[in-house]
């Protein structure tokens, strides 16, 4: 089972900038597709960005394009989530995720998840 840790979140004003890095245990191009979710109290969890290791291709909600950036580095198998221009709504808890295969990411089937890592972003 690999193992996935967050790290990097905390508190910002708006405008601010936070970057979170999300570290694998094993190797992130063995991987179909990387991700970054979020959830706030009471709302779903939410795909934020995505990031096929193998391409390089990403992938955005709408709500983030232009402010946040997924990138990452296969020689630490390590993905990031540089974030920008944060906003109040921005507030939430930070998940990275991985598939394993292109009929995993396909049926959502998220296998391996990390614990997550809290963004607070005050007004």
């Known amino acids: 089972q690999v193992r996935l840790v967050e790290s990097g979140g905390g508190l910002v004003q708006a405008g601010g900038s936070l970057r979170l890095s999300c570290s694998s245990s094993?190797?992130?191009?063995?991987?179909?597709?990387l991700a970054w979710f979020r959830q706030a109290p009471g709302d779903e969890r939410q795909e934020v960005a995505t990031?096929?290791?193998?391409?390089?291709?990403?992938d955005y909600v709408d709500a983030v394009k232009g402010r946040f950036t997924i990138s990452n580095d296969n020689a630490k198998n390590t993905v990031y989530l540089q974030m920008n221009s944060l906003k109040p709504e921005d507030t939430a808890v930070y998940y990275c995720?991985?598939?394993?295969?292109?009929?995993?990411?396909?049926?959502?089937?998220?296998?391996?998840w990390g614990q997550g890592t809290q963004v607070t972003v005050s007004s």
């Open positions: 995720a991985a598939a394993a295969s292109v009929d995993d990411y396909l049926s959502a089937a998220w296998g391996s």
């Open positions: 094993g190797r992130t191009v063995d991987f179909y597709a």
């Open positions: 990031i096929w290791p193998n391409t390089g291709g990403t």
